[in-house]
């Protein structure tokens, strides 16, 4: 059974720091990319950042580039995202999501059940 | 970046109601479309892949169809179990984008 278990999440202050893992397990994770997708309280999905199954390729949204870092150990199947000068506008839950790509698309067939991340004074 | 409109963003229906939500891209996408149940407090789930395939383990009730800006997800009789919001996602271009979400609600 494919399961991806997040951890990290919490109250911080506007600027601070937090680093989020997601741990992987029941698949071969080195095969696949991953991404983070956040989702704001009552509001909508958000993609956050990509990462390729060797870290050769990196992408990330126009609003956290700069801020935030993506990383992985494929030797410990982890995925992980170093959130950096945090803001207000960050708080959300945080999921790490598998991507599978086909001939004709590529999405996301497994996700964490989410982290919280709270950026409160 | 590509804009996904869906609509409507919420409805009301009935059990064994057949339901269409409809997504439309702001350029075309060929079929790089998804969409995704998410219910209450959990993670979400997906259901059709590049527009029209049925991920494994998903009742045949739900269907996709579309291609290019265009696209439509449909339930075929309404279970209880299927009141939650659903997402379509392009996959075509860096960022990928989700639609604002359709919420559907028992009426």
């Known amino acids: 059974e494919v399961q991806l278990v997040e951890s990290g999440g919490g109250l911080v202050q506007p600027g601070g720091s937090l680093r989020l893992s997601c741990a992987a397990s029941?698949?071969?994770?080195?095969?696949?990319?991953m991404n983070w997708v956040r989702q704001s309280p009552g509001k909508g999905l958000e993609w956050v950042s990509y990462i390729s199954s060797s870290s050769g390729s990196i992408e990330y949204a126009d609003s956290v580039k700069g801020r935030f870092t993506i990383s992985r150990d494929n030797a410990k199947k982890s995925l992980y995202l170093q959130m950096n000068s945090l803001r207000a506008e960050d708080t959300a839950v945080y999921y790490c999501?598998?991507?599978?790509?086909?001939?004709?698309?590529?999405?996301?067939?497994?996700w964490g059940q989410g982290t919280l991340v709270t950026v409160s004074s | 970046d590509i804009q996904m409109t869906q609509s409507p963003s919420s409805l009301s229906a009935s059990v064994g109601d057949r339901v269409t939500i409809t997504c439309r891209a702001s350029?075309?996408?060929?079929?790089?479309l998804n969409w995704y149940q998410q219910k209450p407090g959990k993670a979400p789930n997906l259901l059709i892949y590049a527009a029209s395939s049925l991920q494994s383990g998903v009742p045949p009730r739900f269907s996709g169809s579309g291609s290019g800006t265009d696209f439509t997800l449909t339930i075929t009789s309404l279970q209880p179990e299927d009141f939650a919001s659903y997402y379509c996602q392009q996959s075509h271009r860096t960022p990928p984008t989700f639609g604002g979400g359709t919420k559907v609600e028992i009426k």
């Open positions: 350029q075309s996408i060929d079929t790089y």
């Open positions: 029941g698949f071969t994770f080195s095969s696949d990319a």
């Open positions: 999501a598998r991507d599978v790509c086909s001939s004709t698309s590529c999405y996301y067939t497994n």
